[in-house]
Nanobody, 117 residues
Framework: VQLVESGGGLVQPGGSLRLSCAAS????????MSWYRQAPGKERELVAS????????NYADSVKGRFTISRDNGENAVYLQMNSLKLEDTAVYYC???????????WGQGTQVTVSS
């Protein structure tokens, strides 16, 4: 099983980034997918999630209206479009997969997003 995040980097406030998470080794379409982030000295927090069947989405209040999560079951990938980035969005962003029963959970290694002027 692998979850490989990419797309992180350094961006100025107000800028945009698109994170990608490529999945392999499990039946991607059957898993709910999420993006989490962890800033230095803080706990890991949920940013956005998308369900396996209905593709319903959920967002942290701090990113609503700025971030969009999407998935492509044909490509076994989940994405996070991040617009209007703020300094406080700086964190390591992780991709997570969880099956419907919550028994199986997988994490990626993370990708660094730094918002700085």
């Amino acid at each position: 099983v692998q979850l490989v995040e990419s797309g992180g980097g350094l961006v100025q406030p107000g800028g945009s980034l698109r994170l990608s998470c490529a999945a392999s080794g499990f039946t991607f379409r059957r898993y709910d997918m999420s993006w989490y982030r962890q800033a230095p000295g803080k706990e890991r927090e949920l940013v956005a999630s998308i369900s396996s069947v209905s593709h319903s989405t959920n967002y942290a209040d701090s990113v609503k209206g700025r971030f969009t999560i999407s998935r492509d079951n044909g490509e076994n990938a989940v994405y996070l479009q991040m617009n209007s980035l703020k300094l406080e969005d700086t964190a390591v962003y992780y991709c997570k997969a969880r099956n419907s029963g919550g028994v199986m959970t997988y994490w990626g290694q993370g990708t660094q997003v730094t918002v700085s002027s």
